[in-house]
Each structure stands twice: as C-alpha cells, then as structure tokens.
C-alpha cells in the first residue's frame, strides 16, 4: 500500500564568523576551560556580528540546504522558523526569510519552543504535508542567543552561542513500513509547572524587554535525563523498533554529560551518537540541525539509516523523531 511520507530532500547550516573560545570567556567572567569543558564539553561558540540578525542566519542555512537538495526556492511552498530570539516580536522572522528567499506563494510562521524548536517544527512541517496543506518545505533552526545572555552570569553565558541549521523536506509517495525513506514518527511533549527552571526574564507584555536567559543548570540536568530518555522510549515502543535498530543518535546539542547519560539509559552504543556542542556550544533550536548537516557532510549519515532526533527546552518542552534518512 503506498502511503504519503515526508521525505528530507537536504541540510545545510550557518555558524557566525566570530569564535568565542572558553579562554576568551576566562577574560570577561570568573571561568576556567577546565571548569566549562568538564561541566559542559563545550570549547568555544560562535557569536553573531553587529547588524547580523537571526533572520540572516536563518536565510543562510536555508539556501545551503536547497542547494544540497537540488530544488529551487521557488518550489518551496512552507517556511518554518523556529527560534525563540525572532527579529522582532511580529512580524514572524520565517515572513523575512521566505522574501529574502524570494519565495512568493504558500505560508511561513516562526515555532516556539526553545531548544526544543526544531523537533516541534519539523513534527509540524510533517503534518501539514500530509494533510496537503504544503509540498515542499525549508525546516529552520535559527538562534541569536548572544542577544539575552547575561555576560556576568558564568553559569548560562558560557553555555550558548549562536547558529542556523535547516532541511529541505517534500511530500513522497512511499510504502507504509518502516524501511520506506521519511519521518516515521514523532512524539512531543510539555510540563508549563517548570517554568522557572530554565526561562528569559522578560518579554513584550511583561517588562517590555527582551530579558535575559536564567536556568536552574541541576534541575535543568535531572529533568532532561528522565524526560528525553522516556519520550524516546515512548517512540521506540509505539513504533515497534528498539535502541540496536538506531543508526545515529542526533541529540540537541546542550551538554555532553546529559547528552551520555540519556544514551546510556536508553542503551543507544556512544559509537553512534553525533555530537557538534564542542565547537558551537548550545545553539537552542539550531542545534539538532547543525548537527544533522555534519553528519551527512561526513558521511555518516546515508540514505536509508535510521536517525533518532531528540531535545529538551525551556519550559519544559521535550520530544523525539524519528527519521528514515
């Protein structure tokens, strides 16, 4: 029986010119690279320029991932912003993308849910396809979280950097199974009651400024273990596959102890995970995106492997996919 699926078509990223090493950080805050790689694994980030906008990052990513995938922008029907620093509070920063694309037909929105972004996104993207509402799409990751660090907060502002990753995505027929090419599943979850755990002091109708980011980093720690593991669980036995069935395991990109532990508690082999924070740090709803386009880029992402998507964001907001490349 042949079915309609979402097939990811190309990736593509953009990083900042700028490098931010944890060496640069120890000469603005009280901080060592000992202590930020032990805690995180991060080793430098990358920050955007003066006058250099998410939407700029964002534009950058997306025209690197229609050229992997050998389509056109003019054949793109949906652009899907996430991102939690747009341009501006309205209108959304996927509108500045779709025109600087030259896109003219079909409909564009920014998604937000912090670094679990991406993965609610393209869970979105996927199901607007198949319910016809669009053919093709560009799936964006794009963060300036530069913007609301708080540069004299050791404990968040060596965390995050800045970043934009995307995929092309299209409707294709293809069979009902497992093995056919295409988004197999998802499963996205929240908890508002934890807010306060990780979260930006501000906004539009509360302070009428942008805020800075604050987080509870052990409560953040404990939360994203449990969280991630069991919605991937949840995936793995709503689809009928297990951990060994994983090929590679792209995580968001926001700290390599939590990023170790939830694989070993879901049993996913170290050999398989993908792991970039080390040289952009944690790029929110970039991150899984980023990651993905050095994957493929080195080869080890290939047609037909099965990639398992997974984050964790502010909130709280969590969930998984799961992807037949």
């Given at each position: 029986?042949?079915?309609?699926?979402?097939?990811?078509?190309?990736?593509?990223?953009?990083?900042?010119?700028?490098?931010?090493?944890?060496?640069?950080?120890?000469?603005?805050?009280?901080?060592?690279?000992d202590?930020?790689?032990?805690?995180?694994?991060?080793?430098?980030?990358?920050?955007?320029?003066?006058?250099?906008?998410?939407?700029?990052?964002?534009?950058?990513?997306?025209?690197?991932?229609?050229?992997?995938?050998?389509?056109d922008?003019a054949?793109?029907?949906?652009v899907?912003?996430?991102?939690?620093?747009?341009?501006?509070?309205?209108?959304?920063?996927?509108?500045?993308v779709?025109?600087?694309?030259?896109?003219?037909?079909?409909?564009?929105?920014?998604?937000?849910?912090?670094c679990?972004?991406?993965?609610y996104?393209?869970?979105?993207?996927?199901?607007?396809?198949?319910?016809?509402?669009?053919?093709?799409?560009?799936v964006?990751?794009?963060?300036?979280?530069s913007?609301?660090?708080?540069?004299?907060?050791?404990?968040?502002?060596?965390?995050?950097?800045?970043?934009?990753?995307?995929?092309?995505?299209?409707?294709?027929?293809?069979?009902?199974?497992?093995?056919?090419?295409?988004?197999?599943?998802?499963?996205l979850?929240?908890?508002?009651?934890?807010?306060?755990?990780?979260?930006?002091?501000?906004?539009?109708?509360?302070?009428?400024?942008?805020?800075?980011?604050?987080?509870?980093?052990?409560?953040?720690?404990?939360?994203?273990?449990?969280?991630?593991?069991?919605?991937?669980?949840?995936?793995?036995?709503?689809?009928?596959?297990?951990?060994?069935?994983?090929?590679w395991?792209?995580?968001?990109?926001?700290?390599?102890?939590i990023?170790?532990?939830?694989?070993?508690?879901?049993?996913?082999?170290?050999?398989?995970i993908?792991?970039?924070?080390?040289?952009?740090?944690?790029?929110?709803?970039a991150?899984?995106p980023?990651?993905?386009?050095?994957?493929?880029?080195?080869?080890?992402?290939?047609p037909?492997?099965?990639?398992?998507?997974?984050?964790?964001?502010?909130?709280?907001?969590?969930?998984?996919?799961?992807?037949?490349?």
């Amino acid at each position: 029986m042949s079915v309609l699926r979402t097939v990811v078509r190309g990736v593509g990223s953009y990083l900042p010119r700028e490098t931010l090493t944890n060496a640069d950080l120890a000469k603005i805050v009280d901080t060592t690279d000992d202590w930020i790689v032990e805690r995180s694994g991060i080793h430098e980030r990358h920050r955007a320029a003066e006058g250099e906008f998410t939407s700029d990052l964002a534009v950058a990513a997306a025209r690197a991932a229609l050229e992997n995938a050998g389509i056109d922008a003019a054949d793109i029907d949906l652009v899907v912003v996430a991102t939690a620093t747009p341009d501006y509070t309205f209108p959304a920063t996927a509108g500045e993308v779709q025109s600087q694309l030259g896109i003219t037909r079909g409909f564009a929105y920014d998604l937000q849910a912090v670094c679990s972004g991406f993965v609610y996104a393209l869970a979105t993207a996927d199901a607007q396809i198949k319910a016809g509402l669009a053919t093709r799409a560009v799936v964006i990751g794009a963060e300036t979280f530069s913007r609301i660090l708080d540069w004299t907060d050791r404990t968040t502002c060596v965390l995050f950097g800045d970043g934009a990753g995307a995929v092309v995505i299209e409707a294709a027929e293809g069979g009902a199974g497992l093995a056919d090419r295409g988004i197999i599943a998802s499963h996205l979850r929240a908890d508002g009651r934890h807010r306060e755990k990780l979260f930006v002091d501000g906004g539009p109708s509360r302070t009428q400024t942008a805020g800075h980011l604050r987080m509870e980093g052990k409560e953040v720690f404990k939360h994203a273990v449990t969280n991630l593991a069991g919605v991937m669980d949840e995936l793995l036995v709503t689809t009928g596959l297990t951990a060994a069935d994983i090929d590679w395991f792209v995580p968001h990109q926001a700290n390599r102890r939590i990023i170790e532990a939830t694989g070993k508690r879901l049993g996913i082999d170290a050999g398989k995970i993908i792991m970039t924070l080390q040289v952009h740090g944690n790029t929110s709803a970039a991150s899984i995106p980023l990651a993905l386009d050095v994957g493929v880029k080195d080869g080890r992402i290939k047609p037909g492997d099965l990639v398992m998507i997974e984050a964790m964001g502010g909130g709280f907001t969590w969930g998984a996919s799961l992807i037949r490349w």
